[in-house]
């Protein structure tokens, strides 16, 4: 299976999706939603939650997968170099947290995407596949 740009694209999106259905700092995010009604909890809450959970633990277990830490650690530093970079050509303002919050939420998006995509990368760079390791009894 080729990855193509638009491959990539809707990686990215459902990435920048489950982040920010997660928290964003416009007050419209499971986040808040959770916050304003924690002495009222609807199964609504719960299934969207769970849902949230599972987009989580897929977009993790492919990032560890594909990267592991170390390479998660190192796009982490590159990523947090580049809103220094930012900060630094007078693009972005430590003092704005609201602005700050949006471009690492975007940053963390696309750490997200790398993860997904890392394997088709270094598959067609180098020719080798990544596997995961299955134990058979």
């Not at 963390?108 to 270094?122: E, I, K, Y």
Request: aromatic residues 16%.
């Amino acid at each position: 299976m080729n990855l193509t740009a638009s491959g990539i694209a809707i990686r990215f999106l459902f990435a920048l999706l489950l982040v920010l259905l997660s928290y964003n700092p416009s007050g419209y995010s499971y986040f808040h939603w959770l916050y304003n009604t924690i002495t009222h909890i609807t199964p609504y809450i719960v299934i969207a939650g769970i849902v949230l959970l599972i987009g989580w633990g897929v977009y993790i277990k492919a990032t560890l997968n594909s990267l592991g830490f170390v390479g998660i650690l190192v796009l982490a530093a590159l990523f947090g170099s580049l809103v220094w970079l930012f900060i630094y050509w007078g693009w972005l303002s430590v003092t704005n947290i609201s602005a700050m919050a949006w471009v690492i939420e975007i940053l963390l998006s696309a750490l997200l995407c790398v993860g997904m995509c890392w394997s088709h990368f270094t598959r067609r760079m180098s020719g080798q596949v990544d596997v995961d390791e299955i134990e058979e009894n």
